[in-house]
């Protein structure tokens, strides 16, 4: 069978000429990160694609189209605009919400489902595979990377079949595994060097430049290292103004920035492309692009002459570590600046970003510090001297000061400071500023109001930003947990039929929505939710151990099995998985396996009472009744009084011959809620004769 396919060699030439023997039908893109920054090269496929997709099956693009156009706005020209959001609209000054990583994994996610809709469309009318080669793989920027290997993974190769053409550099841990457990690899072999008229250094270093800094013909490497300084950076200044005049945000964020950085003003047009594309990769949410370019920009930045530029640079990059699991950098990162700087404002948004960071990043957390550090960005923005920046910093950081002492349980204080935040806007501004900062501290307050046990409150909120900002669908899944928590499955439902229509693929919605389906009795769908978020998210456990158990309860034995063994693979003495497992086994009437899986369950946690009753069940099949009661004694004292628990002990006991400690148990079981009234009476009736089977609990 034909699978996806790794293509490694030294140079591009050889590689595509390899390419070109193996795959004749292949769309085939660069995407290295010179020249456009993240997503380049999907950006080229999706041009490709984009019109044959929109004429013939609009309605799977526009199932796709905020995941489409969010990190590539230029392909707005081929499918039109996006839902637009409050954050959207905001100018940077006001923005007060960020994206990081995970939101470009949804994004990512959704791309390549719309990609695998298209090729299984495509396979249909043809009966041939899509197929797709992405060249210069080790050059490309993390995002696309990301995204490469999600495709890999996810991609049937029979329907689309994937090509990763790279050099043998190491590429991230999650496109290697991906492409070792689906994909062949071949070697290019080096070709004949073609003859070559005799250039200069300088021509050599134009060839270079021209080609974005991404031409691996050695010769080229060398002439732009032995060309002159002044020409080279010439050189770069005109490859630049021929890219102005059309350039997208890719183009700037890639090409532009690369070339103003080395041309012939570095610390002036070079720190403004290098600052313009960061603020995109900033309000976009390509985190490991805004920490290359902060640190490049500050590399071109003068702390003394251009001190706002070169904490802007600082502040973000130590800002985008954090979602790449980076924060020992962002913490030094932020402590250069108070080293650095003694200006006030630079002093007050540190102290904040360093209190954020010890509320809830490192671990373990220190919310005490994290109080200190946020006093101080609070002193210093109440004596700022320009009364409207000592107003909208002194809410900002109020509002700081709010999620600290909300970490810190008290959070009636919380809400004080917030609707204190509210009520000073309210009164000092119009109703067209700082809109959405303003939702941000609605949103608090409404997260505040369910913490306090106040639901009905919270969920007029949600419903006022719902209404305010329809397609930021956090709202709706907010508002959808309250209903749940109310037993309004129907009212959850429809909120998150409604956020699943508008928000990219993210994994705890369809898990929420798949665990309402089930308490509604909609199996169908919540396995077909669970399903989805698997096939994009394989290691996610809850989702792994929600299927499992709903496979189980339907009695699909099979099934469920196959999920806990997937699920132990990936999480190995998983004490839910391993007691799932059990109970598979148990149900198979497969004892000793099943008792080797409950044991190994309980070496991990000898508390965990699903294990312990199953194993209960185990010893009582094995007659070994002592040892039954042992385990169902010890689940009582965990779980409390459980009738069900109870019986089953009160069984063990009968068979024991403990006739009295038997009917002891059924008779208090029968003073409980939710007791099996007719099966303990059953039981007690049998005292005096024999006992029946143990109950199994998942």
């Given at each position: 069978?034909?699978?996806h396919?790794?293509?490694?060699?030294d140079?591009?030439?050889?590689?595509?000429r390899l390419?070109?023997?193996r795959?004749?039908?292949a769309?085939?893109?660069?995407?290295?990160?010179?020249?456009?920054?993240?997503y380049?090269?999907i950006?080229?496929?999706l041009?490709?694609?984009l019109?044959?997709?929109?004429?013939?099956?609009?309605e799977l693009v526009e199932?796709h189209r905020?995941?489409?156009?969010?990190g590539?706005?230029?392909?707005?020209?081929?499918?039109?605009?996006p839902?637009?959001?409050?954050?959207d609209?905001?100018?940077?000054k006001?923005?007060t919400?960020?994206?990081?990583s995970g939101?470009?994994r949804?994004?990512?996610?959704g791309?390549v489902?719309?990609?695998?809709?298209?090729?299984?469309?495509?396979?249909?009318?043809?009966?041939?595979?899509?197929?797709?080669a992405?060249?210069?793989?080790?050059?490309?920027?993390?995002?696309?990377?990301?995204l490469?290997?999600?495709?890999?993974?996810?991609a049937?190769?029979?329907?689309?079949r994937?090509?990763?053409?790279?050099?043998a550099?190491?590429?991230?841990?999650e496109l290697e595994a991906a492409?070792?457990?689906?994909?062949?690899t071949?070697?290019?072999?080096?070709?004949?060097?073609t003859?070559?008229?005799?250039?200069?250094a300088?021509?050599?270093?134009?060839?270079y430049v021209?080609?974005?800094?991404?031409?691996?013909?050695?010769?080229?490497l060398?002439?732009y290292?032995?060309a002159?300084?002044q020409?080279v950076?010439?050189?770069?200044d005109?490859r630049?103004?021929s890219l102005?005049g059309?350039?997208s945000?890719?183009v700037?964020?890639g090409?532009?920035?690369y070339?103003?950085?080395h041309?012939s003003?570095?610390?002036?047009?070079?720190?403004?492309?290098?600052?313009?594309?960061?603020?995109?990769?900033?309000?976009t949410?390509f985190?490991?692009a805004?920490v290359?370019?902060?640190?490049?920009g500050r590399?071109v930045?003068?702390?003394?002459?251009?001190?706002?530029?070169h904490?802007e640079?600082t502040?973000?990059?130590?800002?985008a570590c954090i979602?790449i699991?980076r924060l020992a950098?962002?913490?030094e990162?932020?402590?250069?600046l108070?080293?650095r700087?003694t200006n006030?404002k630079?002093?007050?948004?540190?102290?904040?970003?360093i209190?954020?960071?010890h509320t809830?990043?490192?671990?373990?957390r220190?919310?005490?510090?994290?109080?200190?550090?946020?006093?101080?960005?609070?002193?210093?923005?109440?004596i700022?001297?320009?009364?409207?920046e000592r107003?909208t910093f002194?809410?900002?950081?109020d509002?700081?000061l709010?999620?600290?002492?909300?970490?810190?349980?008290?959070?009636?204080r919380a809400?004080?400071?917030?609707?204190?935040?509210?009520a000073?806007?309210d009164?000092?501004?119009?109703?067209?500023?700082?809109?959405?900062h303003?939702?941000q501290l609605?949103?608090n307050?409404?997260?505040l109001?369910?913490?306090?046990g106040?639901?009905?409150e919270?969920?007029a909120?949600?419903?006022?930003l719902?209404?305010l900002?329809?397609?930021?669908?956090?709202?709706?899944?907010e508002?959808?947990?309250?209903?749940?928590d109310l037993?309004?499955?129907?009212?959850?439902?429809?909120d998150?039929d409604?956020?699943v229509?508008l928000?990219?693929?993210?994994?705890?919605?369809y898990?929420?929505?798949?665990t309402a389906?089930?308490?509604?009795g909609d199996l169908?769908?919540?396995?077909?939710?669970?399903?989805y978020?698997?096939?994009m998210?394989?290691?996610?456990?809850?989702?792994?151990?929600?299927?499992?158990e709903?496979?189980?309860?339907?009695?699909d034995?099979?099934g469920?099995?196959?999920?806990?063994?997937?699920?132990l693979?990936?999480?190995p003495?998983?004490?839910q998985?391993l007691?799932l497992?059990g109970?598979?086994?148990?149900?198979?009437?497969?004892?000793?396996?099943?008792?080797t899986?409950?044991?190994?369950?309980?070496?991990?946690?000898p508390r965990?009472?699903?294990?312990?009753?199953?194993?209960?069940?185990?010893h009582?099949?094995?007659?070994?009744h002592?040892?039954?009661?042992?385990?169902?004694?010890?689940?009582?004292d965990?779980?409390?009084n459980?009738p069900?628990?109870?019986?089953?002990?009160?069984?063990?006991?009968?068979?024991d011959?403990?006739?009295?400690?038997?009917?002891?148990d059924?008779?208090?079981a029968l003073?409980?809620?939710?007791?099996?009234?007719?099966?303990?009476?059953?039981?007690?009736?049998?005292c005096?004769?024999?006992?029946?089977?143990?109950k199994?609990q998942g």
């Open positions: 069978m034909i699978g396919l790794r293509i490694v060699g140079r591009r030439a050889d590689r595509l390419i070109r023997t795959t004749s039908r769309l085939v893109v660069r995407c290295h990160q010179r020249l456009r920054g993240p380049t090269g950006d080229t496929v041009r490709s694609v019109p044959e997709a929109g004429r013939r099956w609009p199932a905020v995941e489409l156009l969010y590539m706005p230029e392909l707005a020209q081929l499918i039109g605009p839902p637009r959001t409050l954050a609209e905001a100018s940077f006001e923005r919400r960020f994206y990081g939101m470009i949804c994004m990512s996610q791309i489902t719309f990609l695998l809709g298209y090729a299984d469309r495509i396979h249909a009318d043809t009966g041939s595979a899509l197929e797709l992405f060249e210069e793989v080790h050059a490309a920027e993390a995002t696309t990377q990301e490469l290997a999600l495709l890999v993974r996810r049937d190769p029979r329907l689309l994937v090509v990763i053409s790279t050099t550099d190491a590429l991230p841990d492409l070792a457990a689906t994909a062949g071949l070697h290019a072999p080096a070709g004949d060097p003859p070559e008229a005799p250039r200069s300088v021509e050599w270093a134009a060839v021209d080609s974005d800094g991404t031409d691996d013909d050695p010769q080229a060398r002439g290292r032995e002159e300084p020409e950076a010439r050189l770069h005109r630049a103004d102005e059309t350039a945000w890719g700037r964020m090409a532009i920035a070339h103003r950085e041309g003003d570095p610390g002036g047009a070079g720190r403004t492309a290098l600052l313009a594309a960061q603020r995109h990769a900033v309000a949410g985190s490991a805004v290359d370019l902060g640190l490049r590399g930045s003068d702390p003394g002459s251009h001190e706002h530029d904490w640079f502040r973000e990059a130590a800002a979602p699991g950098q962002s913490m990162l932020y402590q250069d108070l080293r700087f006030p630079i002093h007050m948004m540190t102290s904040y970003a209190a954020m960071l809830r990043f490192l671990r373990p220190d919310h005490e510090l994290a109080l200190q550090w946020q006093h101080n960005a609070v002193a210093i923005a109440g700022l001297p320009d009364p409207a107003l002194s809410v900002f950081h509002n700081g709010a999620l600290v002492e909300m970490h810190r349980g008290n959070r009636a809400l004080d400071l917030v609707e204190s935040c509210i000073r806007l009164r000092e501004m119009g109703d067209d500023q700082w809109v959405l303003r939702s609605l949103y307050r409404a997260r109001l369910v913490a306090l106040r639901p009905d919270a969920y909120d949600y419903t006022r719902v209404d900002d329809p397609y930021y669908t956090d709202y709706l899944s508002r959808a947990r309250i209903s749940r037993g309004d499955f129907d009212a959850a439902l429809a998150y409604r956020a229509q928000a990219p693929p993210f994994p705890e919605l898990y929420n929505r798949g389906r089930m308490r509604t169908r769908g919540a396995l077909d939710d669970f399903a978020v698997l096939e998210e394989p290691s996610d456990l809850d989702t792994r151990i929600a299927r499992a709903l496979l189980l309860e339907t009695g034995l099979d469920a099995e196959t999920d806990a063994d997937a699920g693979a990936l999480h003495g998983e004490v998985l007691c497992k109970t598979v086994l148990l149900q198979r009437e497969d004892f000793d396996q099943a008792l899986a409950f044991d190994a369950a309980l070496e991990r946690d965990y009472p699903a294990a312990l009753i199953n194993r209960a069940v185990v009582f099949h094995r007659s070994r002592g040892r039954a009661v042992a385990d169902l004694t010890t689940a009582l965990i779980v409390g459980d069900d628990v109870l019986l089953n002990r009160g069984i063990a006991h009968l068979a011959g403990r006739t009295d400690l038997a009917r002891a059924f008779d208090h003073t409980l809620p939710d007791a099996d009234v007719p099966e303990l009476h059953r039981h007690r009736e049998l005096d004769a024999s006992a029946g089977p143990l199994s």
